[in-house]
């Protein structure tokens, strides 16, 4: 076999189905709305995507530790990271202070998930769908359900700010945060832990790994990146939400599945849920461009998300074996 | 050969060890729900200085608690089979929608009922088949299905309102009484009388059991596992959508957030009464005693006029609670 083979059966294996998932949407958001991707347009995008894909990667780290994990709690933790903010920078507390304890809000819940999953050994599931709403209905309550909008003008320039013609929390935020979790996932002991807990929980442990270390770690991961992504949601659009990201989860989960990532652990990449969130993102954008209600976008992305797992297993053992159509053996 | 056909029939027919052990733990587990919601019917009619026993309020509460014990019956069984379905908030959405729909263009009645049942069923078999005949994971798929119900609701009602329920529905399930009780509620326990006798009695109910406790040796043993969740997810789904018609009773409008959250009331419901999340356990009575103080604690929320935030919080926890003590019972449970 020829090198060029190899590489193009190692990249379709692990990247077939979002290869593929990516040229349709290209294809299909530019006949939604021709001239979507001007370098207007992809800017913005990637201002839009930004916060989804930093809560997916947690997801990501989450799904690929496997046994069971999940958060579904992402959405909620989105909304009270960004309400504390908004609350203490409303009654003049230091912007920078009021971040800090916005962020150590997010480590908190994803503390209080990842004890719950691993100590306490309740299904993740259900741990995140009780957070989910207990950790929304801690939102509403600090904010009576209003809308916080107090922060000083130099807030918004980790949301709306341009380095270098990009947009600032892409640079300073994004692909820090990618490139750190892709060095943590490929280079690092942690790393190779977490893919071991994931594929094989048993050998993990015999090997002398401390499975619920590493797990409870990808929730706290989640907790403070999710926390991120909540402090440039409200800095983008100056106001605390607290009722943001009720989706989130629903689009964290499909970017972190399309994004190669097995939901039953042991298998995923930073880069594939990367490319995955620009899948999402342009979906989502095309959609908000043509005034297609959000309701019928959630939808959408339901559907891709159930399309995705389906066709995983069929298009990965089609790559396996070169592309070839098999005869039945 | 032999051992294998005995070993099946006897799960199929007379409860095993396990099962036996199952009854009576529920048993003693139902008795502190039943003194636990006792003691929450007393507190709450204290504190509300009589405002509980008010006609209106008893009605309201019963009419809630069959709204959520009814899909209770169905994700009692989805659950012990170690499943979930996220997506019946959303389907009380579609199910209401279609009815309103019917209702519009003045169809008769029983063929509106008909009709909304059909739904619920078709959307039930569709989770069934992804989960049980794709092996694809319940919270996935459900969640899935969960958005793709909630963004046809909008496209059928395009934003609009559908008011035009009939008083039938009204009359039906909340004025019309047996005694104090309403209809809804009457019918709602001949449901889970029948649900729990299927469960202990019959084959079917027994094979949900032991596809919860052990799926594989419950297929090595050759028991319909497939057919079996699929009955569990469309029983799910038809029940649903009578708690949707119900829904309709209580309050005649469908909008596009009809339904929203309701998963989980239900799951709050299940959970606290007493199924084990780990799968292999559950009574629908517990489920029942389950779907009743829930609904005691958010008309509780709303006799002592607390904010109505406070009702996510509570329910996160008591599932938390819930789970926590179930837990440590099982533990102790293989302890002894």
Redesign the interface.
């Known amino acids: 076999m020829s090198r060029g083979e190899g590489v193009f059966r190692k990249i379709g294996e692990n990247y077939g189905v979002l290869i593929l998932v990516l040229v349709f949407t290209v294809i299909g958001s530019n006949i939604l709305q021709p001239g979507i991707l001007s370098l207007q347009n992809v800017s913005s995008m990637i201002t839009f995507g930004v916060e989804i894909g930093l809560i997916a990667l947690g997801e990501t780290l989450v799904i690929l530790g496997g046994g069971g994990g999940i958060d579904l709690s992402v959405g909620s933790m989105y909304a009270v990271s960004q309400v504390v903010v908004g609350l203490l920078a409303q009654r003049n507390v230091n912007i920078l202070l009021a971040v800090a304890a916005g962020l150590a809000t997010g480590v908190a819940m994803g503390f209080v998930n990842g004890l719950l999953v691993t100590r306490v050994k309740i299904p993740a599931i259900i741990t995140t769908l009780a957070t989910m709403y207990a950790f929304s209905g801690v939102a509403l309550l600090l904010t009576d359900g209003i809308d916080v909008s107090a922060f000083p003008a130099s807030y918004s320039f980790i949301g709306q700010g341009l380095i270098g013609g990009l947009p600032a929390q892409f640079v300073l935020l994004y692909i820090p945060a990618a490139l750190l979790l892709w060095i943590v996932l490929s280079k690092t002991v942690y790393g190779q832990q977490l893919y071991l807990t994931g594929t094989n929980q048993l050998a993990a442990v015999l090997s002398g790994i401390n499975v619920k270390q590493v797990r409870m770690w990808t929730y706290v991961i989640t907790g403070f990146l999710t926390a991120v992504a909540g402090v440039v949601d409200s800095s983008r659009l100056v106001t605390a939400r607290p009722d943001a990201g009720a989706t989130a989860n629903l689009a964290a989960i499909t970017i972190a599945v399309l994004g190669g990532t097995s939901i039953f652990g042991g298998k995923g990449s930073v880069w594939g849920t990367a490319i995955a969130t620009l899948v999402i993102t342009l979906v989502s954008y095309s959609f908000s461009l043509a005034n297609i209600n959000s309701v019928i976008e959630t939808g959408t992305i339901g559907g891709v998300l159930i399309v995705v797992i389906l066709f995983q297993g069929y298009l990965a053992r089609w790559f396996a074996r070169g592309g070839r159509v098999s005869v039945k053996a | 050969m032999k051992p294998l056909a005995v070993a099946t029939q006897s799960i199929g027919n007379q409860p095993i060890d396990q099962s036996l052990q199952t009854g009576k733990r529920s048993v003693r587990y139902e008795t502190i729900l039943l003194v636990i919601v006792a003691l929450v019917v007393v507190i709450i009619a204290i504190g509300s200085h009589g405002n509980f026993w008010s006609s209106s309020n008893l009605t309201s509460l019963l009419v809630d608690a069959a709204i959520t014990a009814v899909p209770a019956i169905g994700m009692t069984m989805v659950i012990v089979m170690g499943g ?1 379905d ?1 997506s019946i908030g959303s389907v009380v959405g579609l199910t209401a929608t279609v009815a309103g729909l019917a209702f519009e263009q003045n169809w008769p009645i029983a063929l509106v009922v008909l009709l909304t049942l059909a739904t619920g069923a078709i959307a039930g078999l569709i989770n069934a088949w ?1 989960i049980a005949s ?1 092996k ?2 319940p ?3 459900t ?13 059928l009602l395009g ?1 609009n309102w559908i008011s035009t329920i009939p008083m039938t529905l009204t009359a039906w399930f909340v004025l019309d009484k047996l005694w104090i009780i309403p209809w809804s509620f009457v019918l709602t326990v001949v449901l889970v009388l029948i649900a729990a006798y299927m469960l202990r009695r019959r084959p079917m109910g027994r094979h949900v059991y032991a596809i919860g406790s052990n799926e594989e040796a419950a297929s090595v043993l050759g028991l319909p596992t497939k057919r079996v969740k699929y009955m569990a997810y469309v029983s799910l789904g038809a029940l649903t959508a009578i708690a949707a018609l119900m829904t309709l009773g209580q309050s005649p409008l469908v909008q ?1 957030t009809t339904g929203s959250g309701f998963e ?1 009331d239900v ?1 709050a419901a299940v ?1 606290i009464g007493g199924t084990s ?2 799968g292999g356990r559950g009574t629908v009575i517990g489920s029942l005693l389950g779907a009743i103080l829930t609904q005691l604690i958010s008309d509780g929320v709303i006799l002592f006029q607390i ?1 109505p ?9 008591m ?2 609670i819930a ?2 003590m179930s ?1 440590l019972n099982q533990r102790g449970a293989a302890h002894e």
């Open positions: 979930i996220v992804f794709r694809l994971p919270i996935i798929v969640l899935g299905t969960m958005s793709i119900w909630r963004a046809v609701v909008y496209a934003g596009a989980l799951i959970v999340i780990l904010q935030f406070w009702n996510g919080v509570v329910t996160g926890a599932i938390i789970v926590i837990l």
